[in-house]
C-alpha cells in the first residue's frame, strides 16, 4: 500500500529531507514495515511466511559466516536514484562496514541483499529495487517468491542492470558458491502461499 502521510503534500515536490523528516516522524503500525521506493512511502503486512523466508536466509548466512557477521533485516538504507530508503528484508555488509553517524549504513558496504515478497509491493522487488541494487553494485540481489515459489538470483551489476538472473524453484538448493557469499542456500523449507 502507498502511503501519503499528509493530506495536499504534492510528492513530487517533495526533497529528500523533507520527506526524511516525514518518515522519521511517521508511525508504523505494528506488523507493517515501511521504506521509501522512488519517493513514495510504502507499507507491507509482515505475514508469517515473509518472516520464515527471511529468518531461514539469516540462518543461513550466519552459519556460514558466523555471528558477528553484519547482517540487517528491515534496516534503512539509502540507495541511488530518486529518494530511495529501503529496508531489505535481509543485507548482508562487508566485514568492516560502519554506519555514518551511527545511523544509517552506506549502500557502498552491502554485499548481498534478499528482498521476500509481498504480494502488495512485489513490483518494487522487481522493478525499482532491482534498478537501484544494480546501480548500487550490489554483488548479488535473491528475491524469494513464496507465490511463484521460485527464487530469482540476479548477479553482475554492470552499467545500471543486472547481467545475470538464475532461477531456482522453491525444494532446489541456491548455488551462490561462484559468487562472493560462496554458499549454497537451502530452499527445501522455505514456506509457499
Known sequence: MTVLVR????????DEQALDALFDQMTVPEGYRAEIVGGAIHMS????????????VVRA?????????LVLSDVRIDFPGSLNGFCPDVA?????AESVRGERWRYQDVEFV????????????????????????????????????????YTEPKEGEYRTELIVAFGSDVDLTSTSLGLTLATEDFPVE
Not at 546501480?135 to 535473491?142: D, H
Request: aromatic fraction near 8%; include cysteine.
Open 92 to 96: 548482508k555488509m562487508r566485514d568492516g
Open 114 to 153: 534478499t528482498e521476500v515478497i509481498s504480494q502488495s509491493t512485489a513490483r518494487n522487488d522487481y522493478e525499482p529495487k532491482k534498478r537501484a541494487y544494480a546501480a548500487a553494485a550490489v554483488p548479488v540481489y535473491l528475491i524469494a517468491d513464496p507465490y511463484q515459489r521460485r527464487c530469482h538470483v
Open 61 to 69: 548466512l550466519e552459519d556460514a559466516f558466523g555471528m558477528d557477521a
Open 45 to 56: 503486512p509482515q505475514r508469517r511466511v515473509h518472516w520464515e523466508i527471511t529468518r531461514r
Open 7 to 14: 493530506e495536499g503534500i504534492d510528492m513530487a515536490a517533495v
